[in-house]
């Protein structure tokens, strides 16, 4: 649902610029002013600790990072060769979007996901470890909230949940980053996007062609 949100949000305001960008932006800086555990609490003292309220809090209100960064990647591709030239071709901006910007945005949005996924993980967490989970779903946070009694007799109730958490964060960041270098950063060179990063062999530069019997020479600026 973030991920929808913050692409979309994103890659139109980028693209589109004017007013267009004027509006989403300042409506993603609002939602960067809300903190986002607080407003968790409030919808937990309102509607009740109910995993779907949080999961439809967390998911609604978690796109403002990721809007922000897709964004600077669309205004940095906006000016460029290719870009021109679908433009240029009569391709609407909608198709521009999915077919040249999408893939280019695609990976700093993975690894911006993950982070996103590491804070909801956290402020989950967090609410059930003072008590304000959903009580009929198991947590790690409720684990530990439910472990407290225990902590002088059990330490190993409370600790081994925390390090769960400590490494489903750091799975997540970690898968992230590993995906963004599989997907690889597209750069756009004369108009032709090319994968660099982890799917490269290597660069290969043309050798000259030379005239019928002439020997190559290691300068290439002295043929023989």
């Known amino acids: 649902m973030s ?40 919808v937990v003292g309102f509607f009740g600790a109910g995993i779907d309220h949080l999961i439809l809090l967390l998911g609604f209100t978690s796109w403002e990072l990721l809007a922000r960064v897709v964004r600077a990647q669309t205004l940095s591709l906006r000016q460029l060769e290719f870009m021109e030239a679908a433009r240029s071709s009569g391709a609407s901006s909608a198709r521009i979007i999915v077919r040249h910007v999408l893939p280019n945005v695609l990976p700093a949005a993975v690894v911006v996901m993950a982070l996103v996924g590491s804070r909801v993980i956290l402020i989950e967490a967090a609410l059930s470890f003072i008590g304000l989970g959903d009580p009929n779903q198991v947590s790690l946070g409720y684990l530990i909230y439910s472990a407290q009694p225990f902590l002088r007799v059990a330490w190993w109730m409370s600790v081994f949940p925390g390090l769960a958490i400590v490494v489903a964060v750091l799975a997540i960041n970690l898968t992230g980053e590993l995906i963004a270098d599989v997907l690889g950063p597209r750069r756009t060179i004369s108009g032709a996007r090319t994968r660099i990063g982890g799917g490269a062999k290597g660069l290969v530069q043309a050798e000259p062609q030379l005239a019928p019997g002439t020997l190559a020479s290691p300068d290439p600026e002295r043929p023989r």
């Open 3 to 42: 991920l929808v949100i913050g692409l979309a949000v994103g890659m139109i305001s980028g693209y589109r610029g004017g007013w267009v960008d004027d509006l989403l932006s300042r409506t993603t800086e609002v939602f960067q002013a809300i903190p986002l555990f607080f407003l968790a609490l409030l």
